[in-house]
């Protein structure tokens, strides 16, 4: 089936620890996007990709990183910089970045600070 | 700065009624708009997507509506049914296709 696939489901951080999240997606689309989400709030943008081998920083950066060395995946970093890490992390991917293309999501991954 | 408000927070509403759900933006210049599902847990489901030069979009018991010199867009649900109950969220889609989303309006639908 195609779609965005993001992994683990749950995730489990200690104190100083860097952790990565992966996403892949198999809709062989361009662009691919991290967004954050806590309680009662709606997605804030961490990291984007337009195209392979290049990405901007969104509106909350610190603290996170990012690589897009492949087409399909786009992993996410939250490194120990970050100092309330404790969210929803979602995955985006959409065809382009026009006016006619629409945005999927992949199903998330809970992240806790232990 | 793009600014999305979703009107109301939350709604509980019986089964069977017609529903509208508000979200308004405060830059028109927008590429598109989005109207999302997400479950309890879960990842966002795409309703409808508007395009800037669209008025409406329709999807089953599903109407989604923008005027986008007003910065306002309504997303209109027929006949309401418990398998409705989620949180709903509308997105605007800015340069480089970046998303600004409002804070959602949680929809309970009792039998």
């Known amino acids: 089936d195609g779609g965005i696939t993001q992994s683990p489901k749950y995730l489990f951080r200690k104190e100083g620890q860097n952790v990565t999240l992966s996403c892949e997606q198999n809709l062989n689309h361009d662009a691919m996007y991290w967004y954050r989400q806590d309680p009662g709030q709606g997605l804030r943008l961490i990291y984007y990709s337009q195209i392979v081998n290049d990405f901007q920083k969104g509106d909350i950066a610190e603290g996170y990183s990012v690589s897009r060395e492949k087409k399909e995946s786009f992993p996410l970093t939250v490194t120990s910089a970050q100092k309330n890490p404790t969210a929803f992390y979602l995955c985006?991917?959409?065809?382009?970045?026009?006016?006619?293309?629409?945005?999927?999501f992949g199903q998330g991954t809970r992240l806790t600070v232990v | 700065k793009q600014e999305v408000t979703q009107i109301p927070a939350a709604l509980s509403v019986p089964e069977g009624e017609n529903l509208v759900l508000n979200c308004s933006f405060t830059d028109s210049a927008i590429y598109n708009l989005q109207w999302f599902r997400q479950d309890p847990g879960k990842g966002l489901t795409s309703l409808l997507l508007?395009?800037?030069?669209?008025r409406e979009q329709t999807s089953g018991r599903l109407n989604a509506s923008l005027d986008k010199s007003s910065g306002r867009s309504t997303l209109y649900i027929a006949a309401s049914q418990p398998g409705d109950s989620a949180t709903y969220l509308c997105a605007v889609r800015r340069d480089g296709g970046k998303l600004t989303f409002g804070q959602g309006t949680i929809l309970t639908v009792h039998p």
């Open positions: 508007i395009q800037s030069s669209q």
């Open positions: 985006a991917s959409s065809i382009g970045t026009g006016g006619n293309t629409e945005a999927f």
